[in-house]
């Protein structure tokens, strides 16, 4: 499968949908609209009516009159999950059921548990859009794209088409930064910041630093200047390549998880991959020319024992090894993920 940019992926949605953020219809969402149970919202037995029973529950007023309405409304949200949970399975989603209830209480603005507990009103809209985000997910569109944000270092950050989403794994990038930060106040920069996670994240646990993130994308700075919103964080952005926007001697850490996956090799990527953006993946010559030039260009941005900290992919340690002596770095240490891949290597400038 060809992979998609932002641009190309908003454009094969419906108008409606690139309005939304992210919705594909589905021809099954209005063809199974189970009509007796969820209802017009112009009709006399809306969808506001059919919300009576959430609205009760929680504002603990009276019951609904008719006990009925308690079991149409929760036979509406069970048929949902239900049918979004067969679609999934068919479609070998990992966890189908989890998925089905992450999508519609998203859609419901509830937390998964109230589906069972608590049924907040459903209105037919929402039903046709939930189904839209399950045919999505069949279709390998990523979760997090479709409930429009990503958890790392144990925060929430927005994502979207058009933007990388943060992996656990660059958990350990942050973990080994934050180690060699202690005491510092030095300006740090992380180039390729995508949604900011790296960088909000830094920022947030180690106050003292002051952060610059680059980025050559706009999409990928405008979700990351709302993420640094939405935590009260200040960093700096500036959309350029690599570190053409910074000075001289200015830094004292540089810290990146660059595209290192090699294009020659996409058609095996798993299919989601292919809705994240080319610009985030693609690393060229054996996924390494990004870092190659990054290692050249960082020995004089960074001051001196300035130290560069780089996310890899599987085998590349030997390779920039040589770029490290290359580029005047020696390497002080690689770091292994959980999955015991060596994933980060630290850099000191000579
Ligand atoms: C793998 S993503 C990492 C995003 C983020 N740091 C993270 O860990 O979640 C790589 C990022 O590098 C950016 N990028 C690619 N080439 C670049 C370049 N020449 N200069 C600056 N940023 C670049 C991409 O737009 C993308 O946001």
New binding site residues.
């Given amino acids: 499968m060809k992979p998609l940019s932002g641009a190309e992926f908003a454009g094969r949605l419906p108008a409606p949908a690139r309005q939304e953020g992210l919705v594909v219809r589905h021809p099954l969402a209005a063809a199974t609209r189970p009509a007796a149970l969820i209802s017009s919202p112009r009709s006399p037995s809306s969808a506001k009516n059919l919300g009576g029973l959430g609205n009760h529950a929680r504002s603990g007023s009276q019951c609904p009159a008719n006990p009925a309405s308690l079991r149409v409304v929760s036979s509406a949200i069970l048929q949902l999950l239900s049918w979004g949970f067969q679609q999934l399975e068919l479609t070998k989603v990992l966890r189908p059921r989890w998925t089905a209830e992450q999508l519609l209480s998203r859609r419901l603005g509830c937390r998964p548990v109230e589906l069972y507990l608590e049924p907040p009103p459903i209105a037919a809209e929402q039903a046709v859009r939930f189904k839209a985000d399950v045919a999505a997910r069949a279709h390998s569109v990523p979760l997090q794209y479709l409930m429009g944000s990503a958890s ?1 270092y144990g925060r929430e950050f927005l994502v979207g088409p058009g ?5 656990p794994e ?1 958990e350990v ?1 942050v973990d080994v930064t934050l180690r060699q930060a202690q005491g510092q106040r030095d300006v740090v920069i ?10 909000i994240t830094l920022a947030l646990e180690s106050p003292g630093i002051q952060v610059q993130a ?4 706009p999409t ?1 700075l405008s979700f990351a200047r709302r993420n640094a919103d939405r935590h009260g964080c200040s960093v700096s952005f500036l959309e ?3 570190l ?1 926007p910074c000075a001289s001697n200015s830094a004292g850490m540089i810290v ?5 996956l090699n294009p020659q090799e996409a058609a095996a990527w798993p299919r989601e991959l292919h809705w994240e ?1 080319w ?4 690393g060229d010559q054996e996924g390494m020319s ?1 870092i190659q ?1 990054l290692i050249l260009q960082a020995g004089s941005v960074l001051k001196q024992d300035g130290r560069l900290l780089l ?1 890899i992919g599987a085998g590349q340690v030997q390779q920039i090894q040589r770029y490290a002596d290359a580029g005047g770095f020696r390497v002080s240490q690689v770091v292994s993920d959980l999955a015991g891949l060596e994933r980060v290597m630290v850099l000191w400038k000579n």
């Fill in positions: 790392f933007v990388f989403i943060p992996r660059t990038l992380d180039v390729g910041t995508g949604s900011g996670a790296v960088a680059i980025d050559k994308s990928a350029g390549d690599l053409e990146a998880n660059l595209p290192y953006p610009l985030a993946l693609d990004l030039k996310e």
